[in-house]
């Protein structure tokens, strides 16, 4: 690797060329503060925060932008004289001079990157005290924008135009009216937004959230006449830690369920039973299709995000998802039909609630076709972050909490299910079904390896049996758009594709806790978090979604056999083609 | 300045869209396109319809979002079309110090309007322009051709009841 040698504060380091000047001052461990900069996703200078002064060449010092200056050899760096604390000070006054300082309640007090800046520079509040921008909230959909809080960084208009090539929010108009919007002002609910939320987990500040709906589920609770049932995801248990100060990529199962236990819930089950269920449906389905010459590349629906992509952006692939309802929506329609009956409850008398690492979840749960009972399969979802708030609200001490186990019926997960919390892992768990199904015999080797890592984009081929099975793995819309657009071209001949709107899968969505970019710029969160998940599957007994005996039993007493007319009529969906 | 969103009906022809589809092939493999592609969709228009900027989005590939973030951010984009009585305020220096800030204030009081909109039935707009450079005669406006100067405040009910 060519190096450069430069000096920073009085020391010198040899780095890499080609790096910025913040690059190289980190790694030789001297933080420089950033509000704008995200790494690889918005690099613009546009804060002016990450000012240091420079000198090449022997030439005076004069102030840049550590974000996007490159390094020069024997170039001088100063990170810290007050000459820059100053010009820091002064522009983090400016910010606030147009920023609502709602600070006591929001949504991201002490998580703010904003504000922990002000307190590391002393920030006293009104210096400039001028005109100041109202912008009315948009909260007709999932996610809330609050212009009143936006700092104008462009972090979430790079990650919806360029990780997700969604590209719904920009900047209008100009000067002091610029604000973030879509086009012609209209509200995220009538745009082709499609409710990721990874623009909320970009944003340093309060201006982007999810819609709150914690509150609906404590009046739930509270309400006798009521049975409140939860089921988490996969990877809700391997991020909720990160909101109760533990590292990312810790394990809090035990702890979580307990929490939920002490909220009150009257069940707390685990979504990892029909991500199984939907594995034995879905390989039951693409097998179908395979044999009978149907719609292929069949691509997997557990996405609701990419579900609402693809309706908009690839319509002509509504007929390549599967039918499979989300695991999300598979556990609601079991609670109210199977279990209703079971335990002889009126399903209207329950309030299901999904704990998920997803604000397009919440959009989910609205859809037609979602209602297997006559009444919506899921009432209401709340996000890992949602989850951490009710209990830290509801003054539950998660750190000294003893592990507990889920309930009954619907305890038993395989780690197959699991898996679904990273981008391949669902491809692997449907792998695993289905190379059994085909070569009636167990599997020697369960690890897929090719499909999983955090590259957007995987492709593998594999002989099960006598076929040949070509598969594609994208995660971020973005990377689903290059799939699809391969696959258009005739450059892709693959027969099943796996597709999450996130990048990295689950464990990176945009409903889970949200880290600063200076973390994001020093850890893969997407692999740090899917090891969780890879952990637990590589210590698990139960490793395939087949041999679940919870999923076993279900078909025994209730569906009959895979893709079964009752299979269909409960776990099974339409889409809508939405186009543009 | 914020731009108003027009709530006069698009009535684009077939013509002006096959001029507008002949503009984008052309110009669509140039670095930077959008720009001119715009400018010509207003000189064909006149002014850049909501309609319009969605057509220019589809067919480039890219989001409508970006297309107005570029239409809002220009002041020689226009997002609505002149009135047949098109008022234009000189908010030039000269103009301005000479009290020109009151008469728009004022026109736009009487016709019940905002600066940099049309009427919903097409019949009025207003616009605030730069200077026009006829500073002599500040503070001035023009109303399609025709040309006031020396204005007070005063003046504008009189000038309005010639256009009813």
Redesign the interface.
Known sequence: METVKVIINGKEYAVPAGSTVLEAARAANIDIPTLCYLKDINEIGACRLCLVEVSEGGRPFRMVTACVYPVTEGMVVKTNTPKIMQSRKTNLELLLSNHDRKCLSCVRSTTCELQKLCLEYGVDELKFSGEKNKYAIDDASPIIRDNNKCILCRRCVATC?HIQA??????????F?THIA????APLSE?SCINCGQCIVSCPVGALYERDDTDKILEAIADPSKKVYICTAPSVRAQIGECFGYEPGTDCEGKMVAALKALGFDGVFDMNLTADLTIVEEATEFLGRVKNGGVLPMITSCSPGWIKYCEHYYPEFTENLSTCKSPQQMFGALVKTYFAEKEGFDPKDVVFVSAIPCTAKKFEVGRPGQSAAGVPDVDIAVTTREVGRMITKAGIDFRSLDDEKFDDPFSIGSSAGAIFGATGGVMEAALRTAAEVIEGKPLEKLEFSEVRGVEGVKTASYKLGDITLNVAVASGTGNAKKVLDAVKAGELDVQFIEIMACPGGCVNGGGQPIQPAVVRATTDLRAVRAAVLYNDDEKADLRKSHENSAVKKLYDEYFGEPNSHKAHEILHTHYVKRG? | ???N?TTVMFRGTKAQEEQLNAVIEELRDVPGALMPILQKAQEIYGYLP?EV??MIA?KLG????????VS????QFSLNPKGEIAIAVCLGTACYVKGSGDILDRICEVLGMKSGSTSPDGKYSIEATRCIGACGLAPVLTINNEVYGRLTKADVDGILAKYK
Do not use: H
Not at chain 1, 182 to 185: G, K, P, T
Not at chain 2, 62 to 69: A, L
């Open positions: 135009k969604v590209g719904v929010i920009g900047a209008n108009d100009r000067g009216d879509s086009v012609f002002e745009t543009l | 300045m914020k731009k969103l909501i900027q969605k589809l890219i989001s409508s979002e970006e297309v107005y973030g809002t951010f220009y002041s």
